[in-house]
């Protein structure tokens, strides 16, 4: 296509602004395209300020930093602040924590959209899989607090619909929200309820690109449909698969922070604590605002789900020779 | 050679569809059908109570369809000055926020995409770094501190300017669905880069702006976190932190329900108008979702593309 572009390009060059318009060296391509810069200007100082420049600031991790001196006014500690987070009894229990969380919802949230886009799949289009495409997709438009909201509302001890119906039933009332056994469960099985639906349509998208003839070649070869679904439509959607997963990875420890937040209270604290809300009520919402100590676990944090996210990345080129960058 | 299609198929299949098929198919459709009702009835159950009486929400007597109908908990939500000032601050929160966001996408979405950019790889590195590494709550907390930000509108704005997540569905939108012969067409004719995507791109792209508007709007609408951190300043307040002290905190001012005397009816009316709140803090969302729901598949599948 470029090929052709010059080629009408050159008879005419008295059109553009002069012979100098063929450029090879970097500044003359620069300032050819100098709008393209002014455009993009903006966002690029907003990503520095507003992304960039928090990575700079992280280093009070490092100082003891107090709030209204500069950061380069701190005193220089060293690794002082990481020492203190991983003697102290909150870390294996942060750490603990946050992966049960991560991995559960990993194991159950993974698969589940994707069995739910294999057996949409089968069926034909109709009322029937765009009314449960629709209501599935619905709930990820519910707000966190909202969600929580309901949480609390369906399982409380006396008026929620679960209790009474556990009650109906004969049994105990369970104080659910109030749990540390059960908040894991908790956390999870409403996420999958919230975002399933949502997180099929990748997977359905990825589904439509696979070449039909291969159904129709293995259709009369007498593959049954669970025959095709398995050695069809899944290696289909293994690509995606393994983007989503490695993506997954690196967020690992990035245990959504309002969730939790929301659904902590003092009775479940013992298994809902994790990294991002211990930082928060460390960091800001304490009395004492110890803002060096957050932002340690927090860097900490950061820097455990890079690396999580390169190697899931690394295994995956060697395992699967697929690889996000 | 008449090639084999599905359609040239399906009677054979249909006589064929004995045993494992016809048993997975059923299979499949009773699946899918309890997967439905999970997913529907705790949004019916929401509704019904919303609009049942209070003492037959407490007393279980909800089971699909409202009880006792009654609008009353409506009534009581609406009559609540500090619902309204969560409505109005959340509506301008998603408004302007959203106008923001997409004017900042877009501006980094079309240099972005020109694959004769110079140094477009390191500009692209540098914004999508940002996905896996942040610096941190504490320093961003900071900065929005240092910057005079805390406690005004622009804490839950300008923080969260662009996504980048949306910025890589807009540079995909741009690449695959703006045809490069338009561009080259345009420059032949002396056309400007800034004339080229304000007349050229922008009217192209009403699909992208459409589903970048709803993406963040939907973002902005259902925002808790920054509004946590930032503000202290009730006024301020989206509606999703009042939804919170009502919802979850529990703590409903009873200056709300001053005219009931009776305990247990007034524990009634609490609960009743926790779930008119769900239903009311979730309409807006509720109401454009049906016309939305197109264009978030779409922008999935543009997200997808770039993986």
Known sequence: ?325 | MTPITIASIKPKNRIRETGVDRVFTIVNYTVLTIFLVLIIYPLIFVMSSSLSDGSAVISGRVILWPVNFSTLAYEKVFSYPRIWSGYGNSLFYAVVGTLVNVTMTLLAAFPLSRRDLFGKNIFLALFLFTMFFNGGLIPTYLLVRDLGLRNTQWALIIPQALSVWNLLIAITFVRTSIPHELLEASQLDGCSDFNYFVRILLPLSTPLIAVLSLFYAIGHWNQFFAALLYLTNKDLFPLQIILRDILISSNVDLSMVEDIKIMAAREALRELLKYALIVVASVPVLIIYPFAQRYFVKGIMLGSVKG
């Open chain 1, 1 to 325: 296509m470029a090929t052709v572009t010059t080629s009408i390009a050159r008879p005419r060059p008295q059109t553009q602004a002069g012979v100098g318009q063929r450029i090879t060296t970097a500044w003359k391509q620069i300032r050819h395209s100098w709008q393209l810069y002014v455009l993009l200007a903006l966002p690029l100082a907003w990503l520095l300020v507003f992304a960039y420049y928090p990575m700079y600031g992280a280093q009070i991790a490092f100082r003891d930093f107090l709030p209204g001196k500069a950061i380069l006014a701190s005193e220089w500690v060293g690794l002082a602040n990481f020492e203190r987070f991983f003697a102290s009894p909150m870390f294996e229990r942060l750490i603990k924590n946050t992966l049960v969380l991560s991995v559960y919802s990993l194991v159950v949230g993974f698969p589940i959209p994707i069995l739910l886009a294999l057996s949409l799949n089968q069926l034909q289009t109709g009322l029937f899989k765009r009314t449960v495409q629709m209501v599935s997709y619905a709930p990820y438009f519910i707000s966190t607090v909202v969600m929580v909201g309901m949480l609390l509302q369906f399982l409380d001890l006396r008026r929620g619909p679960v209790n009474l119906i556990v009650q109906a039933l004969g049994g105990t009332p369970v104080l659910f929200m109030g749990s540390a056994e059960l908040f894991p469960s908790i956390y999870v099985w409403s996420g999958v309820w919230q975002y399933t639906g949502f997180s099929t349509i990748i997977y359905l998208a990825a589904l439509t690109t696979i070449d039909p003839a291969l159904h129709e070649a293995a259709v009369v070869d007498g593959a049954n449909r669970l025959q095709r679904m398995w050695h069809i439509d899944l290696p289909g959607i293994l690509p995606v698969m393994v983007t989503l997963f490695i993506l997954n990875m690196g967020q690992m420890l990035n245990i959504g922070f309002e969730k939790t937040y929301l659904m902590q209270n003092e009775l479940n604290l013992a298994t809902s604590e994790v990294i991002s809300t211990y930082v928060y009520k460390t960091g800001l919402a304490g009395g004492v605002a110890n803002f060096s100590y957050a932002a340690a676990i927090g860097l900490f944090n950061s820097v455990i789900g890079l690396i999580l996210l390169v190697s899931a990345n690394w295994a995956s080129q060697r395992v699967t020779q697929k690889s996000l960058f």
